[in-house]
């Protein structure tokens, strides 16, 4: 299975402040998504992300998110103003296809 | 829209023990279906699919059979060892939106002692 790559691996930060959580991609990969697990909940999505434009997005994916993969570098999730509940687990996905789905190991975001 | 319903765990048991870990879903079109497993500590992994009815996804000695007729996706493994410990997730994803997203249960903590 493809070793996906996610950093940071723990991000704390205070409440309004914005944050950027980074995945590297694999060479043959097209497909990118993002997911969140809020602790002891379901993995939720976010939003995916295909030749450089987000395919779908989630109710969760509000103004305050945005994704981008610029030149083909490593594909990001920017929260702009965080807030407590943004606080989880967000995992990176990516793929060849759009059949398969890799996670990567996640980043734990803590906002205070 | 699409769900996807798992057992309550934690499901406890002893090694060498046999394990079904019950996941039925609800879709309106015809999903692919998986199993993801999340050892402590670490990212989701890929640990089986079915990409249609009747076809039966297997790895490490687990494996699911693929069941239109009952919508479902049990996970079942014949002799669990104590490095199954983890909350294993199933998970469906709708060719209806080009496999856009997936969809995930609750996930189920198994628990296996020595």
């Known amino acids: 299975e493809p070793e996906v790559t996610q950093t940071p691996s723990h991000q704390v930060t205070q409440m309004g402040q914005e944050v950027i959580l980074r995945c590297v991609p694999i060479s043959n990969h097209l497909y990118f998504y993002w997911y969140r697990q809020i602790l002891g909940q379901k993995v939720e999505f976010l939003v995916s992300?295909?030749?450089?434009?987000?395919?779908?997005k989630s109710e969760i994916f509000d103004d305050q998110f945005s994704v981008e993969r610029p030149d083909g570098s490593n594909f990001t999730l920017k929260i702009r103003s965080t807030k407590l509940e943004d606080s989880a687990m967000y995992f990176c996905?990516?793929?060849?296809?759009?059949?398969?789905?890799?996670f990567g190991p996640g980043t734990r975001l803590l906002v205070l | 829209g699409d769900s996807v319903t798992q057992m309550e765990g934690p499901v406890t048991l002893s090694e060498e023990a046999f394990l079904t870990i019950n996941c039925t879903y609800t879709a309106t079109g015809y999903p692919s279906l998986f199993w993801y497993v999340q050892y402590p500590g670490e990212g989701l992994q890929l640990l089986l699919k079915a990409t249609k009815a009747d076809d039966k996804g297997s790895n490490k000695g687990f494996e699911a059979t693929y069941r239109k007729e009952t919508t479902s996706f049990h996970l079942e493994k014949g002799s669990v060892q104590v490095s199954d410990s983890a909350v294993y997730f199933c998970a469906l994803s709708d060719k209806r939106t080009g496999f856009q997203k997936l969809v995930f249960g609750t996930g189920t903590r198994l628990l296996v002692s020595p």
């Open positions: 996905a990516q793929g060849a296809a759009r059949e398969t789905q890799y």
């Open positions: 992300f295909y030749n450089n434009e987000i395919s779908e």
